[in-house]
């Protein structure tokens, strides 16, 4: 009777945490991280009550909270939690010794180096997971989950320069893509991985069919939207590329209604560094139609912000390049005059920082500034 009663209570805890499970992966796909990492801490809380062996269920839920966590961190540029939930999930999988849940962790620590900057570490980190996902596919969830590392690989192999090695992480998606054609996210992150690819190329045809594909991400909103977040800053690169590359002034009335977008979507889901980069990129291109004006006023708002939300280290790097820009002031003037050409005030205000996501990792890493290194992981 007891084991009735002990049966009963573990499948209305497992009903609940399903329950639970579902607004997290709605709070991610709409964006509502605060609420997703809410029902997150609600459910590890439920776990706590459990003693003795955890059914299956229950650890692949506690596996992909973590995931989501490490995940969530990583897009908010909390790298130090971000490497916390990592290396906890990978200790819970392990104890669990659930496969995917170990996978997931490995490409957590892979994208945590990514976005620290050591790309050779990252893509260590990242093949490990690739190869163990390779080993466990069981369903449309192993998929999905090796999509994303394979995509993940793509981007840290296109920043890496590496683009023998970009495609063929490429090519293993495309795969997957031709075998999951109905699944949606696979098809967003085959797309986003495209786009990124064919925007490494010189070719005008690549490069145009790079920004269809960021554009029918962004307009028809993407199975996630973190995709959309990704393909409007995707387009604005590429777009900083094209203006540097054509000196057509009028590219920039592309790039600022993006950064707009780009703003609104930071502010509603508390993506604090993509804000604040997103105000410092609308002070340099102020800068290059010489609107010194303007160009100030954005600095000081991305200052402001940075201050406010605690970010000190940050905040100090916006005033030292703020003062920068601002000593050069008889420079703009003389360029003005003589009419410089675009690619030369694009030098002139380090626009091409923000190419390959460099500004946001140097953001991210001043954040790391007092703390030890972690300890690099030898496969």
């Known amino acids: 009777m007891i084991k009735e009663e002990q049966l009963t209570e573990m499948n209305k805890l497992i009903n609940k945490m399903k329950r639970i499970s579902s607004s997290i992966l709605i709070g991610i796909l709409k964006g ?46 909390d790298l130090i939690l971000c490497l916390k939930d990592a290396n906890e999930l990978l200790n819970v999988a392990r104890m669990y010794r659930y496969n995917r849940g170990i996978s997931m962790g490995t490409i957590a620590l892979g994208r945590y180096y990514w976005l620290s900057g050591d790309l050779d570490t990252a893509l260590t980190h990242s093949d490990r997971a690739i190869r163990i996902s390779e080993e466990n596919l069981n369903n449309l969830t192993d998929f999905m989950s090796l999509s994303e590392q ?5 981007r840290i192999s296109v920043d890496k320069e590496d683009l023998e090695r970009a495609k063929m ?32 190329s010189m070719r005008s045809r690549d490069r145009v069919m790079a920004e269809d594909e960021f554009r029918k991400i962004i307009e028809e909103g993407g199975s996630q939207f973190s995709y959309k977040l990704r393909a409007l800053y995707g387009l604005c690169e590429l777009l900083l590329e ?26 509603h889901s508390g993506l604090n560094y993509w804000l604040i980069e997103a105000y410092i990129l609308h002070g340099k291109l102020a800068l290059v139609i010489f609107d010194m ?29 703020h003062e920068a820009m601002m000593e050069k002031k008889d ?34 890493r001043l954040e790391r500034v007092d703390d030890t290194p972690p300890k690099k992981e030898v496969f």
């Open 169 to 200: 992480y490429f090519k293993r998606l495309e795969e997957i893509r031709e075998q999951k054609a109905e699944d949606l996210i696979i098809k967003d992150v085959y797309r986003l991985a495209k786009a990124f690819l064919l925007k490494t």
């Open 331 to 364: 420079t703009w003037e003389q360029m003005e005059k003589r009419e410089a050409p675009i690619s030369e005030r694009m030098d002139l205000a380090r626009l091409d920082d923000h190419l390959k996501g460099k500004f946001r990792r140097l953001m991210m």
């Open 32 to 77: 509502d991280y605060d609420k997703a990492l809410k029902n997150i801490e609600q459910g590890e809380q439920l776990i706590k009550r459990i003693q003795g062996d955890s059914p299956e269920e229950i650890k692949e839920l506690h596996s992909a909270w973590l995931a989501y966590r490490a995940t969530i961190y990583a897009f908010k540029g």
């Open 293 to 321: 004006e303007g160009s100030q006023r954005y600095l000081t708002q991305a200052r402001n912000m940075a201050e406010s939300f605690g970010y000190i280290g940050l905040a100090d790097e916006i005033t030292k390049l």
């Open 242 to 267: 094209e203006l540097k590359i054509s000196n057509d002034i009028s590219i920039i009335s592309e790039i600022k209604p993006l950064l707009e977008e780009l703003i609104g979507i930071a502010q």
């Open 150 to 154: 394979l995509y993940v690989a793509t």
